[in-house]
């Protein structure tokens, strides 16, 4: 089994800032894309970003110039750097890795347990 811990989110006023934190750990053969998702109260779960093993990144319109996606392959961890906070990025956000299971060698995705992000106006 792989677990993914969070860290991070609270409660911050528009325009400021926040980071969140994930640590892969358990039973890794190897990961491959992190990510981090959102979902807002009455709406489905959304991609905000991605990361390769590359370094590769995608992120939502919605986030672009204002979230950086940050990964240490060594640590399995990913990191998530918001600025300029809006109401609207309010949400309970998820951490997401893709790894392969050492013990089985197949590929899961897995999900941290959620953090709440408050952005308020």
């Known amino acids: 089994q792989v677990q993914l811990v969070e860290s991070g989110g609270g409660l911050v006023q528009a325009g400021g800032s926040l980071r969140l934190s994930c640590a892969a750990s358990g039973r890794i053969f190897r990961v491959n894309d992190m990510g981090w998702y959102r979902q807002a109260p009455g709406k489905q779960r959304e991609l905000v970003t991605s990361i390769t093993s590359g370094g590769i990144t995608n992120y939502a319109d919605s986030v672009k110039g204002r979230f950086t996606i940050y990964r240490d392959n060594a640590k399995n961890t990913v990191a998530l750097q918001m600025n300029s906070l809006k109401p609207e990025d309010t949400a309970v956000y998820y951490c997401?890795?893709?790894?392969?299971?050492?013990?089985?060698?197949?590929?899961?995705?897995?999900w941290g347990q959620g953090t709440q992000v408050t952005v308020s106006s």
């Open positions: 997401n890795a893709i790894a392969v299971d050492a013990g089985t060698l197949i590929q899961h995705s897995y």
